[in-house]
């Protein structure tokens, strides 16, 4: 029985078909567009689907905005309106019917069968607020008489969106031939959904692009700035390429506002920024207000969203209005080029947001979402003229770095010159040095003993005495040859020598020896220099206490102990009045600079005995790197461990 009644049903609508044909056929070729602009409409409860139970209907006009009409109603409303098929009549007309815009979805239905939708009809509601509806109407659901065609709009109360605009409705229905109605449909989706997709794609690229600049130079914070700008302008527009967001739609909406002062306060920031203007206050208020506002949203949730994007929209349009002009009249001054460019972009973008406002919190009748359009087609311009800019900068920043090279080639030549010229001279004083050393040593030592040579070879002496000087002469000069040769000496040898010639010469001149010297550590060293131009110290000061002191008795004391040597010789004699003359002469004079060559100290004053007192104190370091550490000191006084090294190494003398 059921499969009787199948075929009944189907030979039925065949007929009913046939009989539709036949009329169309018979019928006047009518073309017209239908412009469907009074329906009526019913809310549940007691509004079905089509087919389903009778609802309360009443009549409507289209468009039908439902932020004006019933801001409070979120869900389903259904709308009805019945047409006469002879409209359609023609061989080659296809019917169809067009609708330019509902928000947020919405399902055709002919004859109570479902013709299409564009997308989920439960909540998240699929979001087409801007997509034109298209959909060709088959000729098997089509009545010879009057149709019902039903449209079932689902959408969100104004309360939960962030603009009139995106708050739920439906526009005036148009149907007619599909190929006419499908061109006004191309064109519609063209300017409302493919162009702004395509423009929001290259704007895209661009900021990363420009963020890119911006990471390669983070001092110029224009680029991050203008990164904020247009990269939330890019994220705004990029909801076109998504119909079912995975947040609910609410949340969606309260994104939009609550974000927006990261856009403003970016403008605001590379406005100031790209004119090298900035004012504290106003940065703080800037970043304060990117923290603040999504709080505030947060806190007022998503039942109360249209009056909070109200009042955050009345706070941040006039920060870019008030920037805007603020922009025009300072680039006058400073960049006639960036005047002409950025007054026509933001008189452009002024427009752009006076609509959207109007649209968005004045009912201002909007059938295009000009901001998704207006927005990235002005700020592209920016774009090129930001990458401009950077292009010069490294273009200068090239020259600049070439300039530098320049300069930094210049003076290294300079500095080397400078250190060529510095160690010659170093050079010349280390040899001047020298030779003044050298020659002391020959006044001090060999000088002298020459000279006694001399006097006695002319008074004609004991030959043997003559002798003895000559002995002492060459003694002298082995023992300058062996400063500069030998290696370092124990402590125990170096006293031994010292107590040898100190006694004898002494006891040879007549006078009364006291030597006291404590037994050094076995492992204390005294370098070859300091040994030998301490041995010329405590022989120049024996020699004065022999040959001026008039003294009868002579003291000694010699002390090596925490990496110090202490001597001491002093007297019984007349005295002399050493720190009160000037002029000290080669012997005294030569004394005191010894001492300070091998980096010590050295004191005259009266002595306990009654005559002088020679104190001399000089470091010396108990282990096998002694001489290292004389040479160190030797270098701090300003003199090398010898003629041949200074002049040959005037490189180490400059270090």
Request: aromatic letters at 8%; glycine letters at 8%; a neutral charge.
């Amino acid at each position: 029985m059921s499969g009787v009644g199948s075929f009944i049903v189907a030979l039925s609508r065949a007929a009913a078909a046939a009989l539709l044909w036949l009329g169309l056929l018979a019928a006047p070729a009518l073309a017209e567009v239908l412009r469907i602009d009074q329906v009526e409409v019913a809310a549940p409860p007691g509004a079905g689907a089509p087919g389903g139970t009778v609802a309360q209907w009443r009549p409507q006009a289209l468009p039908d905005d439902w932020g004006r009409t019933r801001p409070e109603h979120g869900g389903t409303l259904w709308y009805r309106f019945t047409v006469d098929a002879r409209v359609f009549s023609g061989a080659s007309i296809v019917p169809a019917i067009y609708i330019e815009r509902v928000c947020s979805n919405l399902a055709v239905y002919l004859n109570g069968a479902l013709v299409g939708s564009g997308g989920s009809l439960v909540l998240p509601y699929s979001r087409n607020c801007f997509t034109p509806q298209f959909f060709t109407l088959p000729l098997a659901l089509l009545s010879p008489g009057v149709n019902t065609v039903t449209v079932q709009v689902v959408g969100y109360p104004l309360r939960q969106v962030s603009a009139a605009q995106r708050s739920s409705g439906l526009s005036v229905i148009r149907m007619g031939d599909a190929q006419e109605l499908r061109a006004q449909y191309e064109q519609a989706l063209w300017w409302n959904i493919t162009l702004p997709k395509i423009i929001t794609a290259v704007l895209g690229a661009f900021t990363v692009f420009i963020g890119a600049l911006w990471l390669t130079r983070p001092q110029d914070s224009i680029y991050g700035y203008f990164t904020l700008w247009i990269g939330w302008w890019t994220i705004n527009t990029a909801r076109l390429y998504v119909i079912d967001p995975p947040l609910p739609g609410p949340w969606i909406e309260l994104l939009v506002p609550a974000t927006a002062p990261v856009c403003v306060s970016g403008l605001v920031l590379f406005m100031m920024r790209f004119l090298r203007r900035e004012v504290g206050w106003i940065n703080q208020v800037l970043w304060w207000q990117i923290a603040v506002i999504p709080v505030v949203f947060l806190l007022s949730g998503t039942e109360h969203i249209y009056p909070v994007a109200r009042a955050v929209y009345l706070w941040l349009v006039p920060q870019f209005i008030g920037v805007s002009v603020w922009f025009t009249v300072v680039s006058w001054r400073v960049s006639r080029r960036d005047f002409w460019l950025f007054s026509a972009i933001l008189l452009i973008m002024i427009g752009i947001i006076a609509v959207e406002f109007a649209a968005a919190f004045f009912g201002y009748p909007l059938k295009m979402h000009l901001g998704h359009l207006g927005g990235p087609v002005t700020l592209i311009p920016l774009c090129l003229r930001l990458i401009g800019v950077f292009g010069d900068n490294l273009r200068r920043s090239e020259e600049l770095n070439d300039e530098l090279e320049r300069r930094v080639r210049q003076a290294s030549s300079e500095i080397e010159r400078s250190y060529a010229e510095l160690a010659l001279l170093r050079a010349r004083e280390a040899a001047q040095e020298e030779r003044r050393r050298i020659a002391s040593d020959l006044h001090d030592d060999l000088g002298a003993k020459l000279l006694s040579i001399a006097h006695e070879s002319a008074r004609q002496r004991d030959r043997e005495e003559l002798a003895n000087l000559a002995r002492q002469a060459l003694d002298e000069m082995r023992l300058s040859v062996q400063g500069m040769v030998r290696e370092p000496l124990r402590a125990a040898d170096v006293l031994a020598d010292w107590r040898a010639e100190t006694v004898q010469r002494l006891m040879t001149a007549g006078l009364q020896v006291e030597w006291t010297a404590a037994e050094p550590p076995a492992d204390f060293l005294v370098p070859a220099r300091a040994q030998v131009q301490l041995t010329r110290v405590l022989r120049e000061a024996v020699s004065n206490v022999i040959r001026h002191s008039g003294a009868r008795r002579c003291r000694v004391t010699v002390h090596m102990a925490h990496e110090q040597l202490a001597l001491t010789v002093e007297d019984d004699g007349v005295g002399m009045d050493v720190a009160g003359s000037t002029d000290k002469g080669h012997g005294l004079g030569g004394i005191e600079r010894r001492v300070r060559t091998l980096g010590g100290q050295s004191a005259w004053r009266v002595s306990v005995l009654g005559g002088v007192c020679l104190e001399v104190s000089i470091p010396v370091l108990p282990d096998t790197v002694a001489s290292q550490g004389m040479a160190a000191a030797a270098a701090t006084a300003g003199v090398a461990d010898g003629p041949e090294k200074r002049l040959a190494s005037p490189d180490r003398l400059a270090r």
